[in-house]
């Protein structure tokens, strides 16, 4: 009964690669995001999507893109992996208009690349 | 933009020790404010929030109040045990209900020694 579900927890991969997190929610929300961790723990949003529209960080490298089969889930594919990709990838889900009720994470896709 | 200030760390305390971890913001609007805390190894849990001035927000003994004058919302907690070592997030949403996540600190490793 997880709320936000990511898969796979850890992903060791190669450069040039190309790999997909998933991520699933049953919360009934309707907006979800990608965020991505540094080494430092920084935490920075990559993408936030509904069913409306993509709102897409400007500094994250086309390479990313998330896929959105239907509402309860936002898939994150990456094309071409390079060493500077390795983080923790968190999905989050909220209600939109509802935000002050807050977003609920995933427990995090740790990404290696080697 | 949107940007939030919290004193990095690591923060090092004795048990039962008084925390107080200090977080400032920038905010075009009128923005919604949390806490998160991510242990060891897991994802991002909601500690606290507040979703406008002078409300105060408290979970498991933390406690932190939305100050507008000085734009500012620093997390304490009386008496901190072992248990509560991890790495401390502020953060604010744009309370405009649109899709823009949450922006993030870089986050207070806390470690409180025996």
């Known amino acids: 009964d997880t709320a936000v579900s990511q898969t796979p927890k850890y992903l060791v991969t190669q450069m040039g690669n190309d790999k997909s997190i998933k991520c699933e929610q049953n919360l009934g929300h309707d907006t979800m995001y990608w965020y991505k961790q540094d080494s430092k723990k920084f935490l920075k949003i990559m993408f936030s999507y509904n069913n409306k529209e993509l709102i897409i960080n400007e500094t994250v490298p086309n390479r990313f893109s998330p896929k959105s089969p239907d509402k309860a889930h936002l898939n994150l594919h990456i094309n071409s992996l390079e060493l500077g990709d390795s983080a923790v990838y968190f999905c989050?889900?909220?209600?939109?208009?509802?935000?002050?009720?807050?977003?609920?994470f995933g427990s995090g896709t740790r990404l290696t690349v080697v | 933009g949107n940007s939030v200030t919290q004193m990095e760390g690591p923060v090092t305390l004795s048990e039962e020790a008084f925390l107080t971890i200090n977080c400032t913001y920038t905010a075009t609007g009128y923005p919604s404010l949390f806490w998160y805390v991510q242990y060891p190894g897991e994802g991002l849990q909601l500690l606290l929030k507040?979703?406008?001035?002078?409300d105060k927000g408290s979970n498991k003994g933390f406690e932190a109040t939305y100050r507008k004058e000085t734009t500012s919302f620093h997390l304490e907690k009386g008496s901190v045990q072992v248990s509560d070592s991890a790495v401390y997030f502020c953060a604010l949403s744009d309370s405009g209900g649109g899709a823009d996540g949450l922006t993030f600190g870089k986050g207070t490793h806390l470690i409180i020694q025996p």
């Open positions: 989050a889900s909220s209600h939109q208009g509802a935000v002050n009720y807050g977003y609920t």
């Open positions: 507040a979703t406008k001035a002078d």
